[in-house]
């Protein structure tokens, strides 16, 4: 007789047990779709085109080891100051990997409270604490097969640096509440903008974790130190602007605007001159862009006097700030190109896409310089 009234009890709990599988299922592919949404909204955005303004110039060097690394997966780390655009660098080094068709999870360390720094990166299990309604896949996880950026990582603390080691070393995590560890094959890219070694000396920073980030570590040079990027910057930040702000004319810029840009000191980098030429473009109401809120720092390295001749009026373009440029550095090298003394080297680019350079821009060089 019991065993008569159990058995009625088989298709109830049968379809109960069927209900919470395919439950459990749709939660992970709501996940799943979740994260795919985010990953095309991210290819989206590098199909409409993300330029890096400067590679050929003051981001040459930067670029130049950037296309070294990125076919392999050795984790890269990019130091610079704030603003300098190391999550930029951190797109291109994905996209010109072998990982390029796989997701790039970006993680800000310094935003993530000390707590929630485990089940963020690796994800929990249902009831592994308190609100852990279900399972989560952490960002380690997620970055599966592809690449994860570590922005900020010297805000991590030490504890949350061992796991993180424990993951760069043995290529597996285990999410918090867990017993099984999970393989995963994730290319690292880190930045900071803190001084690492000052945190190594003071026990900020674990010293078996600086030697693994610092395999193939990448200097991001600040705006002051390239201002003759400024001019395709601002170029690039108005095309930029003038889509997303919907603007129903082309923005222009008033005569001395780029000198004026270029003798800032730009302590807040790119980033900064964005905010200034977005906020330029919202207050401009259809006139040229003067950029007279930014204080200028008049540098003893930089002055009006060796900009093109602006004496007519009409905004300076790119072209002639870098044929300006090119042509006083030449001056100092008396027309030497390339060499150990040469232009290229004190412009740190390559003498032949120098020479394409100056061709283009209708420099002479060599024997019809001395012609001329």
């Known amino acids: 007789e019991n065993a008569r009234l159990l058995a009625l009890l088989n298709d109830p709990s049968a379809i109960a047990i069927s209900n919470y599988l395919r439950l459990r299922e749709v939660l ?7 994260e795919d949404n985010q990953f095309l909204r991210e290819e989206l955005r590098g199909q409409i085109g993300e330029e890096i303004a400067g590679a050929d110039f003051g981001l040459k060097g930067v670029m130049d080891l950037v296309r070294s690394v990125a076919p392999s997966s050795t984790p890269v780390l990019l130091l610079g100051e704030t603003g300098v655009g190391k999550e930029v660098i951190a797109n291109v080094v994905h996209k010109w990997s072998l990982r390029k068709e796989g997701p790039l999870i970006k993680v800000n360390c310094g935003a ?10 690796f994800g929990h299990e249902k009831g592994a604490f308190t609100g852990a309604h279900a399972m989560k896949r952490g960002r380690f996880e997620r970055a599966h097969e592809g690449t994860i950026f570590l922005d900020e990582i010297g805000d991590l603390p030490l504890e949350a640096q061992s796991r993180l080691l424990r993951v760069l ?36 920073f674990r010293q078996d974790l600086y030697f693994r980030i ?12 390239r201002l003759f990027d400024i001019p395709a910057l601002v170029e690039h930040f108005i095309k930029k602007n003038e889509i997303e702000l919907k603007l129903s004319h082309h923005p222009t810029l008033a005569p001395g605007a780029i000198e004026r840009l270029m003798n800032y000191n730009w302590p807040g980098n790119v980033r900064e001159l964005q905010n200034v030429i977005e906020r330029a473009l919202i207050l401009s109401k259809e006139q040229p862009l003067t950029f007279e809120d930014v204080k200028v720092d008049i540098r003893s390295s930089i002055s009006t006097t060796s900009m093109p001749d602006n004496s007519d009026g009409d905004s300076i373009s790119l072209n002639s700030v870098i044929s300006s440029h090119i042509s006083r550095t030449l001056q100092m090298t008396n027309g030497r190109v390339g060499g150990e003394k040469g232009a290229a080297r004190l412009l740190e680019i390559n003498p032949s896409t120098l020479r394409k350079k100056m061709r283009k821009l209708g420099i002479p060089f060599g024997r019809k310089a001395k012609r001329g």
């Open 28 to 34: 992970r592919l709501k996940n799943l779709l979740a």
């Open 112 to 121: 993530i409270p000390e707590g929630l720094i485990d089940s963020e990166l």
């Open 169 to 204: 070393q043995e290529k597996e995590i285990e999410r918090v509440g867990g017993t099984e560890p999970i393989k995963v094959d994730v290319r690292v890219v880190a930045a900071t903008n803190r001084n690492l070694e000052d945190m190594l000396a003071s026990g900020k």
């Open 214 to 225: 610092w395999l193939f570590p990448i200097v991001i040079p600040p705006l002051r130190d």
